[in-house]
């Protein structure tokens, strides 16, 4: 059976057997990486890589692992950071994400730090503050790692849903599955993004 091809000729399945392994570690990585560096795409490689086994070319529970293993590893990593360089780094947080993501950061972690870290890993910014803040504020890791390994796997779970589903629905168009899963996982993200800007403007 032919595999899937792109639009440029390149045959997807030949490639992605040729990565192996690999493919699920670049999952891994680029998710940690969103949790450290906020431009990253978490959700778009969550999505893309569960469209890839929805069109069978991945195995959906690798893909779900390894995002939810490179979730956690990259908000560990912010939050120690955060515990090693306290205050200080703030100036550099403002710089990576902004004033007003770290400002916003700051005021839902004053509110109630549990809930800010459980709801900051669904809003792309916020989740690096909060992982900054919980460190810098030296909450106890024991209390926060079960915290972020909560708030990762239901992130990872629903960008995962998204994408698997629509990765079978168009398995004979493997780059149109990709493209629509990366889409929606961006669109809920910012709708996400902007019912708490809109909650916050209204409290």
Do not use: H, K
Request: glycine share 14%; proline share 4%; net charge positive.
């Amino acid at each position: 059976m032919p595999g899937a091809v792109g639009r440029d000729g390149v045959d997807l399945d030949g490639v992605l057997e040729g990565l192996g392994a690999l493919a699920y570690l670049l999952v891994a990585l680029l998710v940690m990486g969103d949790g450290v560096v906020p431009v990253l795409p978490g959700e778009s490689t969550i999505a893309a890589g569960a469209a890839l086994a929805g069109a069978g070319d991945l195995r959906v529970s690798l893909v779900v692992a390894c995002a939810i293993a490179g979730a956690v590893a990259g908000d560990s990593t912010t939050y120690a950071i955060g515990r090693l360089g306290g205050p200080r780094l703030r100036t550099l947080a403002v710089r990576m994400a902004g004033e007003r993501r770290i400002a916003r950061g700051e005021e839902a972690f004053r509110r109630n730090a549990t809930v800010a870290i459980l709801v900051g890993r669904w809003i792309p910014g916020l989740r690096f503050t909060v992982a900054l803040l919980a460190g810098a504020v030296r909450i106890p890791y024991r209390r926060y790692l079960p915290l972020v390994a909560i708030g990762g796997t239901g992130w990872v779970l629903q960008n995962a849903l998204i994408g698997f589903y629509l990765g079978r629905a168009f398995a004979g168009n493997v780059p149109l599955a990709v493209a629509l899963s990366i889409a929606a996982a961006l669109a809920i993200s910012g709708v996400i993004g902007l019912s708490e800007r809109r909650r916050r403007r209204a409290s």
